[in-house]
């Protein structure tokens, strides 16, 4: 122990980085710095809210400190305001005495930040006066506050709180000492014995001062050498020990004291929170949860078997009720449930996904769609009794009505009782980096190229960057901002809202957590985030968005809408059975979705019935999901091809790449391709055995026959994390609740090193049942490769479903699914531009956005072929600057009667200037002024202004105007509309190419198609993606589109450093190398890298999307 524990003290008003833009040391660096110093108590009182807290007890609990849970409010005017006005708000720190005072700050917290915007809040002193219960006040005094204003406040508080209604002091040695000290006295007098001495520290170590300034500064939006008053003169708020406060109030050792004394009635901690999840949901009268889960589960049993549940499946049932039961999280099954009921009571797509789709009660209950008693899934991934921590059920939701959904969850439970989890964005390599060079007074032009050091997460900063970057690297400014934007990472820059955490309760909420307005409209949330919540143990549905989800219903209702028949010039046929909420998912042994049918690649499905038969009914896109065929052979023949642009997880460059090789003929191989192409198996080494085995290039082998179950699916090899907890369980003798604490452990073992501890008893543990040492220090190494990236069985499985059925789509319905894919925009890998050209490469027709054909989405039309499919007319929704109002004005007018001109559209939609200039550019007014340089002139025409203001005059009048070249017509589609249906930038630069001395032959992407492995080649394209994931050894993967197709590009790191700036900025590219084949995968292995530019430098708005 410290020689600062001889003397007790209690720090009662800490600030961690959550008081953001204050404090700076991370809540648990004060914990363990408290620990170190002896102190027999931390108060941590961030500003405005107890963001920290639940870090701080984590951390607590771990080196056995206490910890007080407190909060600091800010009265007044909203805290919002402080940094323009000369003036500090009052503040008052609350520390928490038992449950009571806990629940009454947390509706004093929510009371705050109602009225206020995000990021702001205000409260009363009388508001706290009137919540005193439970709660001990403290007045800082600090000198910037009129002496009036800190007195009035403490009279009021002392008439409410009593004696437990104090003033806090501290000294830093500066200039302010004296008055704080005055201060201190006189309440004294007034009030008898009231005063606690504080560090009021901001950071665990004076090492941190220089981080303090410079957030200083960015919270003040001021520089290092202008900011003056705004920061500290010295280093001196940091965590003292007891012996030093001792020191320092060496003439007052009672105030000291008195910190003990006060902690003493502070004796609530986190762990106490009994937060109860609601139990009536989906409940008749008199019935209990788990009697409801259960008539539920029968009723779900009947629905996906009407023959009878299989024995395997009805144990299965049975085990996890039971669980369910012994847990008590039976509640928690029937929310869920009912948010699925809300969702499909509404006919909007969903699936539940993760580890959930390990469970037999959620595939009956609707509310996953895999059946894990056929798949060989592991229900302890999901839940398990030694784990002692809730469930956590993700459902995928169209990601377009997702908010329909979270909607009704707030009016079904009421938003006292339902809120959204936050998520702390902390600062990373260019935001850190770019608010440091602000507050260090560099230009904005230095601030851009400091930022640009470093690309997207990367921190690794070279000399040579900094040099490449035009920066001095010998400049000790330059050095330290480097310095300092590293130590600020990791730091939270703000709240967000949680991509889909709700947190449900039976009480209101208030009574466990604050809860505040979020700054999207309509939605609330709490303080904390998901590793918050799994640390206090409280449960959280996710209600995510996914794109395809949307896609997919949009493309079934283009199919299933009464037009469609006669636009296709075929039926479409379905299943003949159609499943509950989807198909399921069967092993490689029995390759079928869910029906009594079981079809497998050389087996095709049966035609069925046409959708197009009977359409009396509305559509319902959950019952045509699930009457999508089975084991298409067309569909596995064309995802063997790599034919999958635009399909669901399986379109990126490195999974086209695995496509051809592991040539997927039934479902559990798609589920096997979902996770192979992940970092996890990679590293893993997993990868090239499975092929070579799929392939018969090698046997399976078993390392013994008790794991032949496990590793009979995947031909031996471990490729899922629920196989690395069987082959635990099965042969080490794990139970079910360590072998998921191995897959944790595995999960983290980069940041926390707990992996090692298993390693000696795998081996002997499979040493026991006859498995070799030499598999046991293989199946450690696989495991070590697994790191964060394991992927769940039983979440490929989700994934795989929604592969196959974009899958069909695509290769049946080519129009309509891109036009859903157009239409559900922003999603996916590809741009609208890539996804229009692989239309065309499919036959499609499309045409281009016209002021009197289209709408605001894509649509279906027939084709000019009566025995072709549909054409697809782009939709306005693609030009930029028009918004979707200003479309619905177009159409409304339309539909009253046909635009007789220009003026006319003008006059009867009343669109501003830049909306017809937009129109005109997108070539959207050829039907009205088939000459485009005409009708930007004419959009561009001044209008007549009194009577008739907003009408172009000189319509009329042929004005002869010569015609746009082809570049500057390409320019305006690309600018205005983001692609062009009729010309490509590469057509303008081959002809260039041609003409350049030493760039020899350039390939176009059909050629390389046929070039020979080994072979130099040179090959050019617009760049349309950059792919460079984090664990490919600093590998980046290009997409180059040309006129005649795409063409996918290796990048090795030494060639992408040398070419880096390249690289990364040029739209259009040469690559030189050599061609890398494996049969029908083809590469370009890039050696060198060059930017090209468009004839007469015209400038041409090109954009990739560029991925990690």
């Known amino acids: 122990m410290s020689a600062g524990a001889s003397v007790p003290f209690v720090e009662l008003c800490g600030r961690s980085c959550f008081s953001f833009l204050e404090g700076a040391s991370h809540p648990e660096e004060l914990v363990h710095r408290a620990k170190e110093l002896g102190l027999e108590g931390l108060a941590l009182c961030d500003r405005d809210g107890i963001y920290g807290s639940v870090r701080a007890h984590t951390a607590a609990k771990k080196v056995e400190q206490r910890v007080i849970v407190g909060a600091e409010l800010t009265l007044g005017a909203p805290r919002g305001g402080a940094e323009r006005a000369p003036e500090v708000r009052p503040s008052v720190v609350l520390l928490v005495e038992d449950s009571e005072g806990y629940a009454n700050l947390c509706r004093l917290l929510t009371i705050a930040h109602a009225e206020c915007e995000k990021g702001m809040a205000s409260i009363s002193a009388e508001a706290i006066a009137a919540a005193q219960r439970g709660l001990s006040a403290i007045v800082p005094l600090d000198p910037l506050v009129p002496a009036g204003v800190s007195g009035a406040l403490l009279g009021t508080l002392r008439d409410a709180f009593g004696e437990r209604a104090l003033v806090a ?91 003990v004394e006060v902690a003493s009635r502070c004796r609530f901690s986190l762990s106490e929170l009994r937060y109860s999840f609601p139990s009536d949901a989906l409940c008749m009268p008199g019935e209990t949860s788990d009697q409801a889960l259960r008539r539920l ?68 209950l609707g509310v996953t769609a895999v059946d894990p008693a056929r798949s060989s899934l592991l229900f302890e991934r999901f839940l398990s009794e030694e784990r002692h921590e809730p469930p956590d059920i993700d459902v995928d939701f169209e990601h377009e009505r997702r908010e329909e959904v979270i909607q009704a969850i707030y009016e079904m439970y009421g938003r006292d009782r339902a809120a ?126 996914l ?80 009457q999508i065929p089975p084991e298409d052979p067309a569909v596995y023949e064309a995802i063997g091809r790599a034919d999958t642009v635009g399909v669901f997880q399986i379109e990126s460059r490195a999974q086209m790449a695995m496509l051809p090789r592991l040539k997927p003929n039934k479902f559990y191989d798609l589920v096997i391709e979902v996770a192979i192409v992940r970092p996890g198996p990679i590293q893993g080494g997993m990868v090239h055995p499975y092929l070579r085995r799929r392939t018969g290039q090698e046997p399976p082998v078993s390392p013994h026959p008790c794991l032949d179950p496990i590793l009979e699916r995947t031909l031996g090899v471990p490729l899922f994390q629920e196989q690395v907890m069987q082959i635990a369980m099965v042969g080490a003798g794990y139970t079910p609740g360590e072998a998921d604490q191995l897959r944790r452990d595995m999960a983290a073992w980069k940041k926390h090193g707990r992996l090692e501890r298993h390693r000696g008893r795998l081996i002997q543990g499979f040493a026991e049942q006859g498995i070799s040492a030499k598999f046991g220090e293989m199946l450690y190494q696989q495991i070590q490769g697994f790191g964060e990236y394991g992927f769940p069985e039983s979440h490929a499985a989700s994934f795989a479903l929604l592969v196959y059925a974009s899958a069909w789509l695509k290769v049946h319905h080519q129009a309509a699914f891109t036009c859903a894919l157009l239409n559900a925009q922003p999603m996916g890998f590809y741009s609208p531009s890539a996804l229009v050209q692989d239309a065309q490469r499919h036959g499609v027709e499309v045409r281009p956005v016209c002021v009197v054909q289209s709408a605001w989405d894509a649509t279906l039309e027939p084709s000019a072929e009566p025995s072709a499919g549909p054409a697809l007319r782009l939709g306005m929704r693609l030009v930029k600057g028009l918004g979707e109002a200003a479309v619905a004005a177009i159409v409304a007018a339309r539909e009253e009667a046909p635009f007789a001109s220009l003026p006319d559209l003008v006059r009867r939609t009343e669109l501003k200037k830049n909306e017809v200039e937009a129109l005109a550019e997108a070539g959207a007014l050829a039907a009205l002024v088939p000459a485009r340089r005409e009708a930007l002139w004419r959009a561009r025409a001044p209008r007549v202004e009194g009577l008739f203001e907003g009408v172009p005059i000189e319509q009329d009048r042929d004005v002869g105007l010569p015609p746009l070249r082809p570049l500057e017509q390409l320019a305006l589609d690309y600018g205005r509309v983001g692609l062009s249906l009729h010309d490509h930038p590469m057509r ?121």
């Open 420 to 545: 959204m989890v936050s998520e702390v964005i902390a600062y990373r390599g260019k935001s850190a980096l770019r608010e440091v060079g602000k507050a260090f007074g560099f230009s904005a032009d230095q601030v851009d190229r400091l930022s640009g050091l470093v690309h997207h997460h990367e921190a690794d900063i070279t000399e040579q960057r900094v040099s490449e970057a035009g920066l001095d690297p010998d400049d000790v400014r330059v050095r330290q901002a480097v310095m300092m934007a590293s130590a600020l990472e990791g730091f939270p820059r703000h709240l967000s809202i949680h991509v889909g955490g709700f947190v449900l309760s039976s009480e209101p909420l208030h009574k466990v957590a604050p809860v505040e307005p979020a700054r999207m409209e309509g939605r609330t949330v709490i303080p904390w985030d998901k590793d918050d919540l799994d640390d206090l143990g409280f449960f959280k549905i996710d209600v995510l968005a």
């Open 297 to 364: 589960t029968e009723e779900g049993c009947r629905d996906r078997y009407p023959e009878g549940a299989p024995p395997p499946v009805r144990a299965q049932i049975e085990k996890e009720l039971a669980l369910i039961a012994k847990l008590g999280v039976a509640p928690y099954f029937l929310s869920v449930q009912q948010v699925v009921k809300i969702a499909r009571a509404r006919q909007i797509l969903c699936q539940g996904r993760g580890s959930a789709a390990n469970s037999a009660v959620c595939f009956v």
């Open 169 to 259: 002091t501290w000294k830093h040695l500066d200039r302010r000492d004296g008055e704080r000290v005055a201060a201190a006295l006189a309440a004294e007098r007034r009030h008898g014995p009231c005063v606690v001495a504080t560090a009021r520290p901001l950071y665990h170590h004076p090492s941190r001062k220089p981080l303090a300034d410079v957030l200083a500064c960015i919270r003040t939006k001021t520089t290092l050498d202008q900011a003056g008053t705004r920061i500290a003169p010295n280093a001196e708020a940091y965590v003292r020990s007891g012996a030093q406060m001792a020191a320092l109030f060496r003439d007052h050792p009672a105030w000291v004291a008195r910190t």
């Open 547 to 626: 794109g395809m989800l949307t896609a997919i219903r949009k493309a079934l209702g283009l199919i299933h809408s009464d037009r469609y028949a006669g636009l296709a010039g075929s039926s479409v046929h379905t299943a003949r059975d159609p499943a509950f909420a989807g198909p399921s998912v069967h092993t490689a042994r029995d390759p079928a979705f869910a029906g009594p049918s079981v079809h497998t690649a050389r087996d095709p499905a049966p035609a069925g019935v046409s959708f197009h038969a009977g359409r009396g009914a509305a559509f319902d896109p959950i019952a045509a999901l699930a």
């Open 988 to 1108: 303008h630069v081959r002809r260039a190419l041609k003409r350049r001395r030493g760039a020899g032959r350039v390939r176009t992407a059909e050629e390389i198609k046929a070039a020979r492995d080994g072979e130099s080649v040179r090959v050019a394209g617009m760049v349309v993606g950059r792919q460079r994931p984090a664990t490919a050894s600093g590998v980046t993967f290009m997409t180059l589109e040309d006129e005649t197709g795409v063409v996918n590009v290796i990048v090795q790191r030494q060639v992408f450093a040398e070419y880096e700036h390249v690289a990364r900025n040029a739209a259009l590219l040469l690559v030189a190398g050599r061609i890398e084949r494996q049969g029908e995968v083809v590469h370009v292995l890039a050696r060198e890298l060059d930017r090209l530019e468009l004839p007469s430098g015209e400038e041409i708005a090109l954009k990739s999307r560029d991925y990690r």
